[in-house]
């Protein structure tokens, strides 16, 4: 759906506080809350303008309490509010577990439908911008274990527009998870207005017939860069941006992967118990009989993100994702 008129160059932040906008002006029920969301503009500015534009009955700023700020979110949208509450950074949603496991993603099933929670969680995740121990985090694995809500992880500025007026507009709750080094490493144009991008469906970004190169956020530019050098060797990568990790768009998946036979998954989380576990098991329900390669994940470590000097050594870099290629290529 789209009602947008034009177009406007956009990094991803801004074009998620246009997002925020475009949904407040549209609905008086939409509530931003969070740590320092008001007045401040939150911790990266993507609520900048919203409380002077709105005031602070809709634009709230919260104690340091994670478990409070989503506890009040699910009481505001089981009493007719779309609250989008802000968890400052990803790795302070732990003290919020226990409102979102036990409440948020049940009250649906708990209610026998009765009520639902239309309610939206930011985070900015993942590793990169040489942030303290704590606030890098990337457990989205943890999340696609709950039924009962959806998680969104956009990994461009039109991407993450359309995905967050679809998430506020979702009748349950979304975790909506922003990488936030690429936050300003770019722009691209955004339509100006209203648009929405569908829920669970993934996004093919290069066509391809040798390989699947499957990733999210922000491993896409990672991927996106080894693909090219594959390419330049004259190596054909179907290139798969998930957009939504629960539900997985199984069909594009299970499409790509019958159509090359090779499959390389990319994620920042750790190798034990990430998303690309799942993936795998995906696969092997749907394509296993098309597969010429065993499957190759480059991931995250299975320790916690190291600190500054050794950042970049525990994330994928465009090297590992391509030997992982020529892997798969050489079977």
């Known amino acids: 759906m789209t009602t947008a008129i034009g177009t406007k160059k956009m990094t991803l932040v801004q074009a998620v506080t ?9 609905h008086d029920d939409v509530i931003v809350l969070g740590e320092d969301v008001g007045k401040n ?4 500015r993507a609520t900048d303008g919203l409380y002077d534009e709105f005031g602070e009955a809709r634009v709230i700023d919260t104690p340091l309490a994670e478990s409070g700020i989503i506890g009040t979110s699910i009481g505001l949208a089981i009493n007719g509010f779309r609250p989008v509450a802000e968890i400052q950074f990803f790795g302070f949603i732990y003290p919020a577990f226990n409102q979102i496991m036990t409440h948020a ?3 649906r099933s708990r209610t026998l439908g009765a009520f639902t929670v239309p309610m939206v969680i930011r985070a900015p995740y993942g590793a990169g911008v040489r942030a303290p121990e704590i606030h890098s985090d990337s457990v989205e694995a943890l999340f696609t274990q709950m039924p009962g ?8 500025p039109y991407d993450a527009k359309g995905l967050l007026i679809a998430s506020i507009e979702d009748p349950d709750p979304v975790l909506f998870l922003e990488p936030m080094r690429h936050y300003r490493s770019s722009k691209m144009d955004v339509p100006e207005g209203k648009y929405t991008v569908e829920i669970g469906k993934g996004a093919r970004r290069k066509e391809g017939e040798d390989v699947t190169v499957i990733a999210y956020g922000a491993m896409m530019d990672v991927a996106v860069k080894a ?3 594959a390419e330049k060797q004259g190596i054909s990568v ?14 594009l998946i299970a499409e790509s992967v019958q159509k090359t036979g090779r499959v390389v998954i990319v994620h920042e989380a750790p190798s034990t118990g990430g998303l690309g576990d799942t993936i795998i098991s995906l696969i092997n329900d749907t394509s296993f009989l098309y597969m010429r390669a065993p499957i190759e994940r480059v991931t995250g470590f299975d320790t916690p993100v190291p600190m ?5 050594d525990y994330l994928p870099n465009e090297k590992r994702v391509f030997d992982a290629i020529q892997k798969v290529i050489r079977f």
């Open 18 to 26: 246009d997002g925020l906008r475009t949904m407040m002006k549209e």
């Open 41 to 44: 503009g939150g911790v990266f």
């Open 105 to 107: 993603t049940r009250i």
């Open 149 to 156: 809500i959806k998680v969104v992880v956009p990994s461009n």
């Open 227 to 229: 693909a090219e050098k």
């Open 238 to 251: 179907d290139l798969i941006d998930l957009r939504t990790l629960y539900p997985l768009d199984k069909d």
């Open 308 to 312: 500054f000097s050794l950042e970049n």
